[in-house]
């Protein structure tokens, strides 16, 4: 008598259990991002500034944004000064709002100096704005790093002026 109890017990717990937990799913509450029109102005504004390029050592095309601006250097110096980290600062807001970019950043020099000196400070300044930017929240395998020297001049002439633009760093999109 006891052993019959103990089975109709067990299979009114079964029964209990089959009835009762497929009511105990997690609900999965999917939200839809609205996008607002400001979100959709930037990505307008974003998409507008995309020019291609094509760049010695790297396959296909790369892409280049006018809202990604260069930063410049003192000379010899590879630190950031203010207005360098003000417009990484700008550059990380549009990294940080387009997630899926993988960004090359360039590091190049003035003509000053032999080209092993300048191949090496280049990659200094590309590695300095790279830490920053990740300072800032831009995740750093987005991030890579480039030293072209003085190879890649922005200006060509052989004076204070040039030699002040072609102290900079450079960003390129590689993929998005």
Request: proline share 3%; hydrophobic share 40%; with cysteine.
């Amino acid at each position: 008598m006891m052993r019959e109890k103990r089975w109709i017990w067990k299979v009114l717990l079964l029964v209990l259990l089959l009835v009762f937990l497929p009511q105990c799913q997690r609900k999965v509450v999917r939200e839809e991002r609205a996008i607002t029109p400001e979100q959709e102005r930037g990505e307008r504004a974003f998409e507008e500034s995309l020019t291609k390029k094509k760049y010695p050592g790297i396959k296909g095309e790369v892409l280049e944004s006018a809202l990604l601006k260069d930063i410049h250097f003192e000379f010899d110096r590879y630190d950031l000064i203010k207005e360098a980290r003000g417009i990484l600062a700008e550059n990380a807001k549009v990294l940080v709002a387009h997630p899926n970019l993988r960004i090359q950043i360039e590091g190049h020099c003035d003509e000053r100096g032999s080209n092993e000196y300048n191949l090496a400070l280049g990659e200094r300044r590309a590695v300095s704005a790279k830490l920053y930017l990740v300072k800032l929240g831009v995740k750093g395998n987005r991030l890579s790093t480039i030293s072209y020297g003085e190879e890649m001049p922005l200006d060509p002439r052989h004076n204070e002026e040039a030699w002040a633009k072609n102290r900079r760093c450079h960003f390129v999109i590689l993929s998005r």
